[in-house]
């Protein structure tokens, strides 16, 4: 990999800097930073003095930035050095290949040099052909036949004029596709013009009925969203659609790629005796060459480009839902349901430990249904539960209705019940990290002791699970595992960091995630503190062991010590800058905590008193912010959704409803909201706002509670229709039955677009993606059988 300190390391922060619009002294400084260890939230936090304030965000775009241009700077030094062993490289081309800027302008210009098997061309140039080749295309006034007769040579293989021409032919075939300029002026013109064409393969219509709106449709590469084009590339997967990259909608006559191909090399039918067959050749080379590779490339493009959009959907949403309110630290029974084998039961206190644990059987085919409520009010007075949490899978809207019976008949016990998404509860039941963490409780049990935690702190629960697995993305099994990965991976982390962690209660997924702290280095701070109790000071863990300077300098800031020795542990203030509070305390006349919260004394204080050469105005300015509201928490304030009384199906829906609802998840093409029927609602983003909506999530995000209106219900295919403006018109209840109909006001007509009307709406995910289950939910799937259960 290219060095920070080479010439190209300095070209690529120039290069950065300029794309960010910041200077490349800042870019400098991060790209120091990063390669010296340091993580996005320890520099976006503690080191605003060295990259002049750059936030988190753009640090994370020039981590992604510096990963591409180096990895584009490797490919250059091997192709140059390729280049040069095959004693080709003439300072043009050296040029040329250093002002490639993308990694596919690069490879356009290694192409003619890149080693290959024997190809037709190398073949002919062997037999000679060559001369014939650059004969025909620089006079058209020869003759072919009579040109190619002169170069048959039976020894050599020609074995007649024909030979010599289809010899010619693919050598000149070779240089038109080898031609880098040519190839991306090609490119871009396709991708402007061209688009994605799908038909049903023969045979398939029924096994493939959830691709139906693709079995015959066509839309502009340019108009396609993510999710549509990862749909129909799972079909073709699938072997139920067969896809074709279309250069342009089909005319009569030559293609005007063919035009350009053509106009670049001096080739035009004028009649004389060679422009037919060099107007031939053009053909062939297009349709054989040119076509087959642009398509391999925009297809790649297209890929990469849906990939992109919905990794970034997975970490929004992933985002979201780590950084949702917190219940805090009050007692909680959690509710993990189901029917044959029974509502599974767990309390846990405020510190998340397991204090009770049941389960109960009030569903169909046992029906214990009193039995039941009498087994969790008992549970509920034993421990002081305060919230009951249940999870959203299978029987939840059967066991919420035995909850809300609890509270009704028990209203002494206070209690308040919350919906909990389970997703990814049966992964961390079955990992080995639950073993080790419940060890004496059955696997069953331990979803609803995760349901019951992430109520409590969603983002100190959910750590704790593959973040694929946790159920917020679209198409997550058709993207690449280590963008996806990388990129879910940064969102926690910068949470986690965010939100800070209490180093005395943390679980060791959770530490991991810390800034500067590896899995083996969780470990070995849970291990001291079992072994020596809790930490008393941020300087006690450089008594951990394996735990260094440099570990100590970036983790130390964002563990909390709550109760120690020293009241500034509890803060975000990073050690290192403790000196600057010392004298903050000397100047305001008093002790560190009573200056801690008190407004009025630090709001007296002159930041620009307290800089020095190590500490500029941002630190500064950060440390006063911090001592006025010590260890705040980011996340907002927990509440509920109250759902509507006698709403608890989807037959009790009507058109026109009213409802209060939570979002559970936001794709490209809208959001899902779960209004208490066991069916999420689908608020298309056409539904989501008077003016135009780019992004769903610049309305909403998963756990918003809203008010949302009911426009349709289409009970035979499960689906509900819903809009966030509340004055839009509701669709005739007498079509809403039968699913039929324009929801006017609401959500458009599903336009049908491309060829023949095949179907151009964003189309449901099929049953494996990350969506699956929220989309199910929401009727654009067909039920699967079990769930978690």
């Known amino acids: 990999m290219t060095t920070p300190g080479s010439l190209e390391a300095g070209s690529i922060e120039g290069r950065i800097a300029a794309e960010l619009g ?65 004693g080709k490289l003439t300072d043009e081309l050296e040029a040329r290949i250093r002002g490639a800027e993308t990694k596919a302008r ?191 490339d925009l297809r790649l493009r297209l890929r990469t480009a849906a990939e992109d959009d919905a990794v970034g959907v997975f970490a929004a949403n992933l985002r979201d839902l780590l950084l949702a309110a917190p219940a805090g630290t009050r007692t909680t029974l959690g509710l993990d349901p189901g029917f044959r084998t029974g509502v599974k039961v767990a309390v846990v206190d405020a510190t998340g430990k397991v204090v009770a644990t049941d389960t109960i059987y009030p569903h169909v085919p046992q029906n214990r249904w009193d039995e039941a409520i009498a087994g969790l009010a008992r549970l509920a007075r034993e421990h002081a539960v305060e919230l009951i949490a249940i999870g959203n899978g299978t029987a939840s809207r059967e066991t919420d209705r035995l909850a809300a019976e609890l509270i009704a008949k028990h209203p002494e016990l206070k209690l308040t019940k919350v919906m909990v998404s389970e997703a990814g509860a049966s992964v961390y039941s079955a990992s080995a990290f639950a073993s080790q963490e419940l060890p004496g409780l059955d696997v069953s049990l331990r979803g609803a002791v995760s349901i019951a935690r992430r109520l409590q702190d969603p983002l100190a629960e959910l750590v704790k699970i593959d973040p694929k697995s946790i159920g917020v993305g679209q198409y997550q099994h058709d993207l690449s595992e280590v963008k996806l990965s990388r990129s879910l991976d940064a969102v926690v982390e910068d949470c986690v960091n965010g939100v800070g962690v209490d180093v005395n209660t943390a679980s060791a997924p959770l530490l991991a995630r810390v800034s500067g702290i590896t899995s083996g280095l969780a470990e070995n701070i849970v291990a001291h503190r079992d072994a020596n109790g809790p930490f008393r000071s941020r300087t006690g863990l450089k008594k951990v062991q394996r735990l260094g300077p440099k570990a100590y300098e970036q983790c130390a800031g964002f563990l909390r010590i709550r109760g120690g020795d020293d009241p500034l542990d509890a803060s975000s203030v990073h050690p290192e800058a403790y000196p600057v509070v010392r004298r903050m305390v000397t100047t305001s006349g008093q002790e560190v905590g009573a200056l801690i919260g008190n407004s009025g004394a630090l709001r007296s204080l002159r930041p620009q008193d307290f800089v020095d050469d190590t500490f500029g105005l941002p630190t500064v300015t950060d440390i006063l912010k911090e001592l006025e509201k010590p260890g705040r928490d980011p996340r907002p304030a927990f509440r509920t959704a109250t759902f509507k009384d006698g709403v608890e199906k989807i037959s009790d829906l009507s058109s026109g409803m009213v409802l209060e609802g939570v979002v559970t998840n936001v794709a490209a093409f809208g959001a899902f909201v779960d209004v208490g029927v066991h069916q999420d609602g689908l608020v298309h983003v056409s539904a989501m706002s008077k003016n135009f909506v780019k992004d769903p999530r610049e309305v909403v995000k998963p756990g918003d509670i809203v008010k949302v209106k009911v426009l349709d219900v289409d009970i035979p295919r499960k689906r509900i229709s819903l809009t966030l403006r509340l ?28 060829r023949g009307g095949g179907g151009g709406r964003q189309a449901p995910p099929p049953a494996n993606s990350a969506m699956a289950d929220a989309l199910r939910r929401a009727g654009l799937l067909d039920p699967k059988k079990g769930g978690r259960r």
Not at 33 to 59: H, N, W
Not at 213 to 229: G, I, K, M, N
Not at 738 to 752: E, H, L
């Open 106 to 296: 690069l490879e356009d210009i290694y192409l003619p040099y890149k080693p290959k098997r024997r190809t037709k061309a190398q073949i002919a140039r062997e037999a000679g052909l060559e001369p014939l080749a650059e004969g025909l295309l620089g006079d058209p006034t020869v003759e072919p036949a009579a040109a190619a007769a002169a170069f048959v040579d039976a020894d050599k293989g020609v074995a007649d004029a024909q030979a010599a021409l289809d010899g010619a032919r693919a050598i000149l075939t070779e240089r038109f596709s080898e031609d880098a300029d040519l190839i991306g002026e090609l490119r871009e013109r396709m991708w402007v013009r061209g688009r994605l064409a799908a038909k049903v393969r023969e045979g398939k219509e029924e096994a493939g009925a959830k691709f139906a709106d693709y079995f015959d449709f066509a839309e502009p590469f340019t108009d396609l969203p993510s999710h549509r084009v990862l749909a129909m590339l799972r079909g073709e997967k699938e072997e139920v659609l067969d896809l074709v990259l279309e250069p342009e909608e089909p005319t009569e006559g030559p293609s005007s790629y063919e035009a350009i191909v053509a106009g670049r090399f001096g080739i035009a039918e004028r009649g004389r005796p060679a422009d037919k067959w060099l107007s031939d050749t053009v053909r062939w080379a297009w349709r054989t060459r040119l076509l087959v590779h642009l398509g391999i």
């Open 22 to 86: 910041v200077r490349e002294r800042q870019v400098k400084a991060a790209v120091d930073l990063l390669d010296g260890g340091s993580t996005v939230p320890f520099i976006a936090r503690y080191r605003k003095e060295a990259t002049e304030t750059l936030d988190d965000a753009q640090l994370r775009t020039i981590e992604e930035r510096l990963r591409y241009l180096r990895e584009l700077e490797e490919r250059r030094t091997a192709i140059l050095e390729s280049v040069r062993e095959q």
């Open 727 to 754: 004055d839009d018109e509701a669709a005739p209840q007498e079509r809403s039955a039968s699913g039929g109909g324009r929801q006017r006001g609401g959500r458009p007509p599903q336009q049908r677009q491309g």
